[in-house]
């Protein structure tokens, strides 16, 4: 390791592991966590690299938030509590400082947000684009790991929150949509900012038959829990959750039920539990919306208001 | 995530995890690990980049390799056992099929030999260089793991196996060094494969009061105990053990003392349990060799044959 490295990690890296106790305080070969026992260990990895993942222009805070957010996303899915998270930086020579501080500003922030810390940090040098990845570390009770193949026909299939707006906020950056600044300013947030259901997910353990967040798009991800668990799904094109700022704007509907970018849960729960998912729905103050159900016959459908169906070009949801 | 990159995964990455039922398939998405009770689990991370840390003619095979077994050497050190790992490919659009094969093979082979199997793996895709990055987890009985803190002055100081190939092995593959054919296979392969202590590292739990694996060079490594630990060290210069390839080799002391990629474990242990450490070697079929002393006083000296100190230009050894 260059002694910039060195630098760089006690500069930058050691104030967001300072109150890990796993961390070693950066100093040893590896991070030690002591797990509860009973439950088992949930990880998982990521990458961002510049220019695909994140826009040149994002503000360096909300791609460390996202960048965090989307793997706590997908601890959430399998119903688990984060932990702590492994963080490795390979920069180019030409980052700004300020870059990096407000990188480090935005993470210590969603630390705080989510009772997180580093547990472990490295950074290399390349001559690419900057890239970021990041392990995250949860746990759960022994066996109680939310899947996506425990769906059944008659299931109900519901999502968190409201679709759509991450796609859409993408389209505003980029200038391929204009909507009001009011508007603009909502679904770029939710596009730079995710909310990921971390309540949602650990309080799904035991109710839901599968989960899975949204973040290729609900069609595809809906199309992941049925191939995994061998059934088909019929979706209300009339019941997917808009935001207010997405009502109304061309290409919504097809945003919600192709976009990316949402992560929220989509989730599978037997009929007779309705009453309890809208009663969590409450307790959390988390909008619950049931969007459709399971089939036995392996296909996925989306009706109209009208009940015809509606069919798409795009590819991977109408056949899966 | 883009549809090449499922194939991708289902291709190249599940038969990697086919035999662990932590990885769930590589179908959700995270890994759930049951920990041994009574254990915590041990985490490190690393990333290498394509023209940085590895030369863009080495074998994909060996790239595989020593990316994993970079991580191994990190577990080792801590005294941990390894458990299994996660990859991360950031891949340019021209990263050639063969490559990939070539690179899942020597991974498949390492997965063998060291008895773990990938846990979780994504790809994204990067117009930069091939950024590799993997998240290796170990596992060891609660409180035992080896730390940096722990040297105490009287101490001897220890090495395993020998020191300087990976660095002489770098010099002959660069064109800097020549020597005979039979010598440069040896360096090179030390170099390419190095062979993390995944047997010494667990036996010394409850030996080693202080313990790092060789990666920077003996004597970066060796100044990151003494900081961590407060204390100083004596190195006799004489008894730095060489290999057979790199005795007689102009720079072979100077790699051995600063040349960095040996992957050997580096630790210390009381005087007074010196024949169990031989004990230990014999056992492993694995020389440890003695190569010096803890000291109170804060500075690292290494004495040649004649017992003066020996001084170098190069940083971070003679004062840190």
């Given at each position: 390791?260059?002694?910039?490295?060195?630098?760089?990690?006690?500069?930058?890296?050691?104030?967001?592991?300072?109150?890990?106790?796993?961390?070693?305080?950066?100093?040893?070969?590896?991070?030690?966590?002591?797990?509860?026992?009973?439950?088992?260990?949930?990880?998982?990895?990521?990458?961002?690299?510049?220019?695909?993942?994140?826009?040149?222009?994002?503000?360096?805070?909300?791609?460390?938030?996202?960048?965090?957010?989307?793997?706590?996303?997908?601890?959430?899915?399998?119903?688990?509590?984060?932990?702590?998270?492994?963080?490795?930086?390979?920069?180019?020579?030409?980052?700004?400082?300020?870059?990096?501080?407000?990188?480090?500003?935005?993470?210590?922030?969603?630390?705080?947000?989510?009772?997180?810390?580093?547990?472990?940090?490295?950074?290399?040098?390349?001559?690419?684009?900057?890239?970021?990845?990041?392990?995250?570390?949860?746990?759960?009770?022994?066996?109680?790991?939310?899947?996506?193949?425990?769906?059944?026909?008659?299931?109900?299939?519901?999502?968190?929150?409201?679709?759509?707006?991450?796609?859409?906020g993408?389209?505003v950056l980029?200038?391929?949509?204009?909507?009001?600044?009011?508007?603009?300013a909502?679904l770029i947030e939710?596009y730079?900012?995710?909310?990921?259901?971390?309540?949602?997910?650990?309080?799904?353990?035991?109710?839901?038959?599968?989960?899975?967040?949204?973040?290729?798009?609900?069609?595809?991800?809906?199309?992941?829990?049925?191939?995994?668990?061998?059934?088909?799904?019929?979706?209300?094109?009339?019941?997917?959750?808009?935001?207010?700022?997405?009502?109304?704007?061309?290409?919504?509907?097809?945003?919600?039920?192709?976009?990316?970018?949402?992560?929220?849960?989509?989730?599978?729960?037997?009929?007779?539990?309705?009453?309890?998912?809208?009663?969590?729905?409450?307790?959390?103050?988390?909008?619950?919306?049931?969007?459709?159900?399971?089939?036995?016959?392996?296909?996925?459908?989306?009706?109209?208001?009208?009940?015809?169906?509606?069919?798409?070009?795009?590819?991977?949801?109408?056949?899966?």
């Amino acid at each position: 390791m260059a002694e910039g490295e060195f630098a760089f990690i006690r500069r930058h890296l050691r104030p967001l592991a300072a109150h890990e106790p796993a961390a070693l305080g950066l100093e040893d070969d590896a991070a030690v966590l002591a797990p509860t026992p009973g439950h088992e260990i949930v990880l998982t990895k990521d990458a961002i690299v510049a220019g695909v993942h994140f826009l040149a222009d994002d503000p360096a805070e909300t791609v460390a938030q996202k960048l965090l957010r989307v793997n706590l996303s997908d601890l959430a899915a399998m119903g688990a509590r984060p932990i702590g998270h492994l963080l490795v930086f390979a920069r180019p020579a030409a980052l700004a400082e300020a870059w990096i501080e407000g990188f480090c500003r935005g993470l210590a922030a969603d630390q705080a947000t989510y009772g997180i810390g580093l547990l472990g940090g490295d950074t290399v040098s390349t001559p690419g684009p900057l890239t970021l990845s990041l392990t995250a570390i949860g746990d759960l009770p022994a066996g109680s790991a939310l899947r996506r193949s425990g769906a059944r026909a008659g299931d109900d299939l519901w999502v968190s929150g409201t679709l759509g707006d991450g796609a859409l906020g993408l389209r505003v950056l980029t200038g391929e949509l204009a909507v009001p600044p009011e508007a603009a300013a909502v679904l770029i947030e939710r596009y730079r900012v995710p909310a990921p259901r971390v309540a949602l997910g650990p309080a799904l353990r035991g109710l839901a038959t599968a989960a899975i967040d949204v973040s290729d798009g609900l069609l595809a991800d809906l199309g992941h829990v049925l191939e995994a668990s061998a059934v088909g799904a019929e979706v209300a094109a009339a019941a997917l959750p808009l935001s207010d700022a997405a009502i109304g704007l061309a290409g919504a509907e097809d945003a919600a039920l192709t976009g990316g970018d949402d992560y929220e849960l989509l989730f599978t729960v037997p009929a007779d539990q309705r009453n309890a998912v809208d009663e969590l729905g409450r307790e959390l103050a988390l909008r619950l919306t049931r969007i459709g159900c399971i089939t036995t016959e392996r296909a996925l459908r989306v009706r109209g208001a009208d009940g015809r169906e509606i069919t798409s070009p795009r590819r991977g949801w109408q056949h899966f």
